[in-house]
């Protein structure tokens, strides 16, 4: 099987070139304190799990084998595997939501905006509610943002989407859907708010901003993804 890879596509001027900056972003104090607190929990239960996982030869992953054994097992074992199922959500939640998010999010687009007044974003989230917070935040601030996630009617979705393509929207706030399920313009930076653990959603999002296209007066323009992640953490 013949591999075409993302350096052959830079090289044959398939995608255009870009650039990642990550920022790592600081926990408050209370933040900090309710992670650390997560963490602890989660670590003795996995230390408590790790042996039963090990003697079961599961062909599973260890995070699958504890969902499943949390499901079935209603003794003490079942229980570990419950507070490692919920207190690892809890955790991955807590993150999402960290305070810093909004405000990095707030001054990569005054940046942004500031260098190219014309620049179409997408700011990628994990969490529905989540997207609706930022995306009201933004509107609030007077910026052009529209909403794209699973729960909006369609006719929503498309009429926004709509919008972006004219230029009269600049950012799209975005759940997973627009990830998996439309066909975006041609953007110029892409902010991963938010980001999932899964590879496979990650090189979609990036995807997403990876297109060939073209400014005003016909320059190829590049793209441009910032990485938001919780400082420090796991």
């Known amino acids: 099987i013949?591999?075409?890879?993302?350096?052959?596509?830079?090289?044959?001027?398939?995608?255009?070139?870009?650039?990642?900056?990550?920022?790592?972003?600081?926990?408050s104090k209370d933040e900090k304190v309710k992670y650390e607190e997560l963490s602890r929990s989660i670590t003795d239960a996995v230390s408590k799990l790790r042996g039963k996982f090990q003697?079961?030869?599961s062909n599973s992953d260890f995070f699958s084998w504890a969902r499943q054994l949390a499901t079935r097992n209603k003794g003490d074992l079942g229980g570990t595997a419950m507070r490692f199922v919920s207190?690892?959500?809890?955790?991955?939640?807590?993150?999402n939501r960290i305070e810093s998010r909004h405000a990095a999010v707030e001054r990569l687009l005054e940046g942004e905006f500031a260098l190219n007044p014309t620049a179409r974003v997408i700011l990628f989230h994990e969490s529905i509610d989540e997207v609706m917070s930022l995306f009201v935040r933004l509107?609030?601030?007077?910026?052009p943002a529209i909403a794209g996630h699973s729960e909006l009617p369609g006719s929503v979705g498309e009429d926004g989407l709509d919008l972006f393509r004219r230029g009269i929207a600049k950012i799209i706030v975005s759940a997973r859907s627009l990830i998996e399920g439309?066909?975006?313009?041609?953007?110029?930076?892409?902010?991963i708010v938010a980001s999932s653990g899964s590879v496979r959603q990650r090189i979609q999002s990036l995807g997403r901003v990876l297109r060939r296209h073209r400014g005003p007066n016909g320059e190829e323009k590049s793209s441009c993804i910032h990485v938001l992640y919780a400082a420090e953490t796991s």
Do not use: C, W
């Open 2 to 27: 013949y591999e075409f890879n993302l350096i052959d596509a830079l090289r044959e001027g398939l995608v255009p070139k870009f650039t990642i900056n990550h920022y790592g972003l600081p926990l």
């Open 55 to 57: 003697e079961s030869r």
């Open 87 to 95: 207190d690892t959500s809890k955790r991955r939640e807590l993150l």
């Open 139 to 143: 509107r609030q601030m007077g910026l």
């Open 182 to 191: 439309f066909n975006v313009p041609a953007v110029d930076v892409g902010i």
